[in-house]
């Protein structure tokens, strides 16, 4: 059974572009969230999606924004990246209770 | 709105003996409380929850928590810590009935041979 697969794995970017990030959750898992986490700091929420809506929002621009497919998978895009994007990102999946993370998307931005 | 304090940015601890991460949080209402821990360059692994019953609640690789309602904490321990216990732990809240996870700073654990 494959756990939380994102992509790609590193990256690198100019501030400015634009970047698309994916994740594949864990099978049978409905619900996917993405945590943007910072060097030396925690994860921090950045929205959930659930039966292809947004369902909650954390205090990210409008520069972000993600969508959620029929098959659970999801995207997290980010526009005109800043410097302060870089950054590991994180998809989690869950079915409710405890969350299951992938190993997480490393963003450069120059 | 949802918190969670970890107070130690660092905890340093002999192998063999016991270990404590503090955790406190600020929730509305009922909590779900998690535990994960991060080894370098990967992402979060579940260690353990509480979501109601028993205040004490065991978890993966000798993990274990005391929930303190009175107190608002929910400490990890462990009787006897290992070289490879060493990693950046979070604690993690979510109020009942809500969707999202709200995650501490971590502390990072040092295990010493």
């Known amino acids: 059974d494959a756990g939380v697969t994102q992509s790609p794995t590193h990256l690198i970017k100019t501030r400015g572009q634009q970047v698309t990030l994916r994740c594949s959750p864990k099978s049978g898992h409905d619900t996917v969230s993405w945590y943007q986490q910072a060097l030396g700091q925690g994860p921090q929420f950045i929205f959930q999606?659930?039966?292809?809506?947004?369902?909650q929002r954390g205090n990210f621009p409008d520069r972000f924004s993600g969508h959620q497919f029929p098959n659970y998978s999801s995207e997290l895009n980010v526009n005109a990246l800043l410097l302060g994007d870089s950054a590991l990102y994180l998809c989690?999946?869950?079915?409710?209770?405890?969350?299951?993370f992938g190993e997480g998307s490393r963003l450069t931005v120059l | 709105a949802q918190s969670v304090a970890q107070p130690e940015d660092q905890v340093n601890v002999a192998e063999g003996n016991p270990l404590t991460v503090k955790c406190t949080y600020s929730?509305?209402?009922?909590?779900?409380l998690f535990w994960y821990v991060q080894y370098p360059n990967r992402g979060l692994q579940f260690l353990l929850k509480?979501?109601?019953?028993?205040?004490l609640v065991k978890g993966s690789y000798g993990f274990e928590a005391e929930f303190n309602k009175s107190q608002t904490s929910f400490h990890l321990k462990k009787p006897s810590a290992l070289v490879s216990d060493s990693a950046l732990y979070f604690c993690?809240?979510?109020?009942?009935?809500?969707?999202?996870?709200?995650f501490g700073a971590g502390t990072r654990l040092f295990v010493k041979a």
């Open positions: 989690a999946s869950s079915l409710g209770g405890e969350l299951f």
């Open positions: 929730v509305s209402g009922n909590p779900y």
């Open positions: 509480y979501i109601t019953g028993d205040n």
């Open positions: 999606y659930y039966e292809e809506e947004e369902r």
């Open positions: 993690a809240v979510r109020e009942s009935g809500g969707f999202k996870t709200i």
